[in-house]
């Protein structure tokens, strides 16, 4: 058994002491002893130091985490414009529309341009007005309601189908028919007769149809109609629309 050691200092008097030199007589003199317990042929051993138990992590107040959700006004995401067909455009009509459109033929309401600053802004020229709010009328039936209507307003439109076009001409007549009185965005094809538009494929050309540019440059009717007697290969750029007939 190894007992710890016990290291403490005591002090006491001794009152009579024979020597003169070191203390004056009658006069107590105080001596401090050190004394030490060690047993012999043992190695003197500390006590283990008391091993200290992890304290619990403190206590957190946890404060209840409150969502503030705000209502979010849904916006329907407008309708993606394709390079072709029918596409709706909702719009709220508070003024002018800033825009001109082709009402010469009754079933076809064309765009001729879009203004700057326009609720049209997405509309292009050639594309052609079929309806508004579900209704379908005539070209200048349907310009008075667009141009008499507030508020809010549904409109379908067409884009048409864009080709291009090489007309061999060989020396030989382009074979279109057209009406040069009718000053129409772009030169509209009545039908084919003899030529070299008779010779292209079967479908190449349809009734209503409208060349738009000859060798990429555009015009009015007349200057179409030069330009394309003149060329002896021309590129046509030809639009062609879906064929709706009025109910």
């Not at 058994?1 to 020597?19: A, L």
């Not at 992590?57 to 329907?76: G, H, L, Q, S």
């Not at 030169?187 to 079967?202: C, N, R, S, T, Y």
């Amino acid at each position: 058994e190894i007992r710890p050691v016990s290291t403490h200092f005591k002090t006491f008097s001794i009152e009579q002491m024979s020597c003169a030199c070191c203390v004056a007589e009658d006069q107590p003199e105080t001596i401090t002893v050190f004394s030490g317990v060690k047993e012999v042929g043992k190695e003197r051993t500390d006590p283990a130091p008391a091993e200290e138990l992890p304290r619990p992590p403190p206590t957190e107040e946890v404060t209840p985490f409150i969502e503030n959700v705000e209502a979010v006004e849904t916006k329907e995401e407008p309708e993606e414009i394709k390079a072709s067909g029918e596409y709706t455009l909702k719009i709220k009509k508070e003024g002018k529309l800033y825009c001109s459109l082709e009402t010469l033929i009754p079933e076809y309401c064309v765009v001729r341009r879009v203004d700057a600053g326009s609720p049209l802004e997405k509309v292009m020229p050639m594309d052609r007005l079929v309806s508004i709010n579900g209704k379908r009328q005539e070209a200048a039936s349907m310009v008075k309601m667009l141009s008499e209507s507030t508020g809010e307003l549904e409109l379908v439109f067409e884009r048409p189908v864009i080709k291009e076009i090489t007309l061999a001409k060989k020396g030989k007549k382009a074979g279109f028919r057209v009406d040069t009185a009718l000053d129409t965005c772009g030169l509209m094809i009545k039908g084919v007769q003899d030529g070299a538009a008779a010779e292209m494929p079967a479908g190449t050309f349809q009734p209503q149809d409208r060349i738009m540019a000859v060798d990429g440059v555009e015009g009015k009717t007349a200057d179409l109609l030069k330009m394309l007697g003149n060329a002896d290969a021309p590129v046509l750029k030809v639009c062609t629309y879906a064929q709706m007939p009025l109910k």
